[in-house]
């Protein structure tokens, strides 16, 4: 099972841009789909994006065209590009792991691996 472990979040004013990696140890990451998640205050986690093992992506509406991710197997870690930020987006993001060639609908608790997750904070 993978040990993930989120770094890069911080303070950052609105329109700035924040990167967010990931980092897998304990498995080959080849088979993974990697997840990214975030929870505001006050509010239920909601899936950002996911990266298929066979290199699909897809992003949740309001972060379309502003959020990127990517991954590099070989170095067994994953990456959230954030840009264009929103007071909105902040929150707690996650990353998370499934032995899975398919994202789906996968939600939280259907992941197998979690991080503990990053604050990302954008100011107005």
């Known amino acids: 099972q993978l040990q993930l472990v989120e770094s890069g979040g911080g303070l950052v004013q609105t329109g700035g841009s924040v990167k967010l990696s990931c980092a897998a140890s304990g498995d080959s990451l080849d088979d993974y789909s990697i997840g990214w998640f975030r929870q505001a205050p006050g509010k239920e986690r909601e899936r950002v994006s996911c990266?298929?093992?066979?290199?699909?992506?897809t992003y949740r509406d309001s972060v379309k065209g502003r959020f990127t991710a990517s991954r590099d197997n070989a170095k067994k870690m994953a990456f959230l590009q954030m840009s264009s930020l929103k007071p909105e987006d902040t929150g707690l993001y996650y990353c998370?792991?499934?032995?899975?060639?398919?994202?789906?609908?996968?939600?939280?608790?259907?992941?197998?691996?979690w991080g503990q997750g990053t604050q990302v904070t954008v100011s107005s």
């Open positions: 998370a792991a499934v032995k899975y060639w398919w994202c789906a609908d996968f939600a939280w608790g259907e992941f197998e691996s």
């Open positions: 990266f298929s093992s066979r290199d699909s992506i």
